[in-house]
């Protein structure tokens, strides 16, 4: 695709429960971001992956969250034990972040997750 | 100090008005900024980059870069209504693969 394709579009999860969430970046794209969006918020980074490097986890709110990523491709975001205020919309933006790129950042639709 | 700061507004100006939107970053080190506009339950997209210090044009909106003081802004010209949007500022560090950081940003609302 031409874009940065997320799924599911929503989500809907009961309080204690695991989430799996999935970003497809645009293809060539090494740097690869998950930020979390609450309702009429800003941006919130939760997690930087760049190549090979080991990824930047330092926006991870709690041990509940992880990130994966294989390679320059797919990357999901896993959510255990979902808590209401896990509640959000969560981008993922991908960005091709060689050096001297303006590495611009392209978004995906966002997942939005509702834990009831 | 946050790394990058933005007035979350709403800035209110009426059409046909400038508006000017600021930011201000924290480390003199930085090298490439941003501006990205969000239109409300939709994703973020690039307006505009800046690198060098001085104004950068395109079509309505302007982007000025000023080092010395660690400030970015932009202006938009005759605003529209449909420019109404939340904009962020966002920041890259220099030196390797550094992350690129958002600000809040600032909730823009043009009144027609």
């Known amino acids: 695709g031409a874009g940065v394709s997320q799924s599911p579009s929503n989500k809907v999860t009961e309080k204690g429960k695991d989430v799996e969430l999935r970003c497809d970046p645009i293809?060539?794209?090494?740097?690869l971001y998950w930020y979390r969006q609450r309702l009429g918020q800003g941006l919130e980074f939760l997690i930087y992956f760049q190549g090979n490097s080991a990824p930047d986890k330092s926006g991870l709110p709690s041990d509940r969250f992880s990130a994966e990523r294989t390679g320059e491709s797919v990357s999901t975001l896993t959510i255990q034990r979902t808590q209401q205020e896990d509640s959000a919309v969560y981008l993922c933006?991908?960005?091709?972040?060689?050096?001297?790129?303006?590495?611009?950042?392209?978004f995906g639709p966002g997942t939005r997750l509702t834990v009831l | 100090q946050k790394e990058v700061e933005q007035n979350s507004g709403p800035l209110s100006v009426p059409e046909g008005a400038i508006a000017s939107l600021n930011c201000t970053y924290s480390?003199?080190?930085?090298?490439?900024f941003f501006w990205y506009r969000q239109y409300s339950g939709k994703s973020p997209e690039l307006i505009m980059f800046?690198?060098?210090?001085g104004d950068k044009e395109d079509g309505r909106f302007t982007a000025q870069l000023n080092k010395a003081s660690q400030y970015v802004s932009l202006l938009i010209r005759d605003s529209q209504p449909s420019d109404s949007a939340t904009y962020l500022c966002a920041v890259k560090k220099s030196g390797g693969y550094q992350k690129v950081t958002f600000g809040i940003g600032t909730k823009l609302q043009v009144i027609p």
């Open positions: 293809s060539g794209h090494t740097a």
């Open positions: 480390d003199r080190g930085s090298q490439s």
């Open positions: 933006a991908s960005s091709l972040a060689w050096q001297g790129s303006t590495d611009t950042q392209y």
């Open positions: 800046i690198y060098s210090n």
